[in-house]
């Protein structure tokens, strides 16, 4: 296996907050551990900021929204992120590293996200100064010229998950950076090293003092952030449930709010498809990062004369996938990111047979050497699932399928809509009419035809139902950064 030379950032003892351009200890002086998801190791110290750091963050954000970073240009903005992209993409490798070490995405994935990473960085930075109102007819009996403008809409709270923190970390602050809002960023406990290191390079970029701004903590962190008074626009990916309750503190003082939250995302073949393009694709959307992906395809919805071919193909390919330490280049299959995690897949690991369904591959954990000292999954499919199972209407966030017979195309996208989810969908046929109807009939926010789980910072990307609202990706990733001001002049010329 590769060896890996140790990040420089972590050599330098217990991770601080970053609030107003300087590194600070919590107030109350707590610390919590980062854990790796493969070793069950110690990779580092962090600061527990509680909420009187929150209050310390929020402010040092407010006064430089509304002190020298609202005096930026355009222009200015833009050449910070384009700075931000040459830092990043030097250091990436490292930040790729710690990823990998502490939330077990395997390392050869970590890297892979490089293009993606630098594409979203180079998008926000166009942006940047693409960013006007217009001018707009009136009908008012008076005179009046009438515009509007794009104003940034304050200070951003910003919670993302674990399960891709430098990537998250990126679709937050670059759209703050673009607009000329100010964030305070609360990464997830389980993964906060990354962001950490990314907040220093928008620092080194020429990202003013308190304009992004990284409180790591737990739930109590995100809470205080979410409930803030001072605290203009929360944005939050993570599951639904915990989405619920930030909208629910988001009311006490209306913030505006953008939730990407979970998802149970259907993955349709039909019996026209070629089936020797659908199995690396279908099966990689559900095993990738271990299952550990929002729009996974995990309901995989298969025309009976093909069921049992999908079925075994899947599961083959599913089984050949190298399961191993994160570290290792050649592992396609990294450990779950915690115990929590683990007990949360292993329990409908176990459901699945009691409620009828067929384990045709996977099911139990993976264990002997160094495995022994992760959370390691097969990955898992499962046959003959109905649609009122648990394991086919719950997302479980781990590297199950649950592979669905259907007959025909108005039974099929009746039963994929069935869920409380809207996140993604999957369609596979040779038939173009028949592709572009589904398109239209599936209620999600992304899908993909003849493909799974494609993104690119130019294409929105969010969910419908509870699947969250508002989209990241595309100019509506800006948008709702943005205020809409409209502005009447009379004049007496």
Known sequence: MTQFARPAFLDSGPKRLLIDGKLVDALSGERFQSISASTGEVVAELALAGPEDVDRAVAAARAAFEGPWS???????????????????????????????????????????????????????????????????????VELLSYTLREPVGVVGAIIPWNGPLFSAVWKVGPVLATGCTVVLKPAEDAGLSPLRFGELCLEAGVPPGVVNIVTGKGGTGAALSAHPDVDKIAFTGSCETGQRI????????????????????????????????????????????????AAGTRLFVERPVYEEVVARVAEFGAALKIGPSLDPATQIGPLVSARQYERVSSYMELGPQEGARLVSGGHRVTGGELDKGHFV???????????????????????????????FDEVIKRANATRFGLAGGVWTKNIDKAMTAVKRIRAGSVWVNHYFAMD?????????????????????????????????????
């Not at 993409?89 to 590293?97: C, M, N, P, S, Y």
């Not at 594409?119 to 166009?126: I, N």
């Not at 559900?286 to 299952?291: A, L, P, Q, T």
């Not at 499962?382 to 007959?407: C, H, Q, T, Y």
Request: charged share 20%.
């Open 378 to 408: 097969a990955p898992t499919v499962f046959a003959d699932v109905k649609d009122e199972m648990r394991i086919a209407r719950e997302e479980i966030f781990g590297p199950v399928a649950s592979i669905l017979p259907f007959d025909d």
């Open 71 to 141: 005096r930026f240009k355009p222009a200015e903005r833009q050449a910070i992120l384009i700075r931000l992209a040459e830092l990043v993409d030097r250091e990436f490798d490292d930040l790729a590293l710690l990823d990998t070490m502490e939330m077990g995405r395997p390392i050869t994935a970590s890297r892979g996200l490089r293009g993606m990473i630098q594409r979203s960085l180079h998008h926000f930075a166009g942006a940047a100064t693409m960013i006007h109102g217009q001018t707009l007819g009136n009908s008012f009996p």
């Open 457 to 493: 910072p130019a294409v929105p990307f969010g969910g419908y139902k509870m699947s969250g609202f508002g989209r990241e990706g595309g100019f509506e990733h800006i948008d709702a950064y943005l205020q809409t001001k409209g502005v009447w002049i009379r004049t007496y010329s």
């Open 247 to 294: 909208i629910q503190a988001s009311a006490g003082s209306v913030k505006k709010v953008t939730m990407e939250l979970g998802g149970k995302s259907p993955n349709i073949v039909f019996a026209d498809a070629d089936i020797d393009a659908l199995i690396p694709s279908a099966a990689m959307g559900v095993f990738n990062n271990s299952g550990q992906v929002c």
